[in-house]
């Protein structure tokens, strides 16, 4: 079975400046991961993933996340947040075998102060 | 648009009541998820299923039950509710091979009054 835990309920930070959301997977399986995004009253939309290959994923919206092995962590970067940035962010992970279900975080919310 | 729809999107009844919640998942996919969302638990796996099977099954609760038809849409029905059942459900599908990321609806709010 798998489990993830996000360190950070909330994370409050100005507009422009950098943010990192961590993530911390635990599994008995090799994994695949991910980050989901929630915007106010919307489903989740898939930001990024890591299947495979280089450890460093990108999104098409500046958010970056490495894959560390070593230390079963995903963290979710940006180096400059904007306004339209605020929603709740999930990390979530899935067994690479097999069609299994995602197992999520908790979420971060992210709320970015002008 | 993820191409999952759901239906309906705000539900609102009383306790005890029995309610179902409608999943069409994106065409060609043959798997669905539901999963829970509730502000204590966060987003909570409810059950699988793939072409018409259950495949797993998470925290989903006896008052609760799950089909998968033929055309591939699914339902979520729930009955003898109670307050705690309010949440946000929410239908996931993907296809077997290929595809490995989960494509999400907009959930439907289920309130227990």
């Known amino acids: 079975a798998q489990s993830v835990t996000q360190l950070d309920s909330q994370v409050p930070v100005f507009e422009e400046a950098p943010v990192e959301l961590r993530c911390n997977y635990s599994s008995s399986v090799s994994v695949y991961l991910f980050w989901y995004v929630q915007y106010p009253n919307q489903g989740l939309q898939l930001l990024l993933k890591?299947?495979?290959?280089?450890?460093l994923v990108e999104s098409i919206n500046g958010f970056e996340a490495e894959f560390n092995k070593s230390q079963t962590s995903f963290h979710l970067r940006k180096p400059s947040v904007h306004i339209s940035d605020t929603a709740e962010y999930f990390c979530a992970v899935r067994s690479n075998s097999g069609n299994t279900p995602l197992v999520f975080g908790k979420g971060t919310r992210l709320s970015v102060i002008a | 648009d993820s191409g999952v729809t759901q239906t309906p999107k705000h539900l609102i009844t009383a306790t005890g009541q029995r309610v179902t919640l409608r999943c069409s998942p994106r065409s060609g996919d043959l798997s669905v998820y539901w999963y829970q969302q509730s502000l204590d638990q966060g987003l909570q796996f409810l059950i699988q299923?793939?072409?018409?099977?259950?495949?797993a099954k998470g925290n989903i609760l006896e008052r609760f039950s799950a089909q998968q038809f033929p055309d591939l849409h699914s339902e979520l029905n729930l009955s003898s509710l109670e307050l705690g059942d309010s949440a946000l459900y929410f239908c996931a599908s993907s296809v077997v091979s290929g595809s490995i990321e989960a494509f999400f609806g907009q959930g439907t709010r289920l309130t227990v009054v």
């Open positions: 299923y793939y072409n018409g099977e259950e495949r």
């Open positions: 890591y299947l495979s290959g280089s450890t």
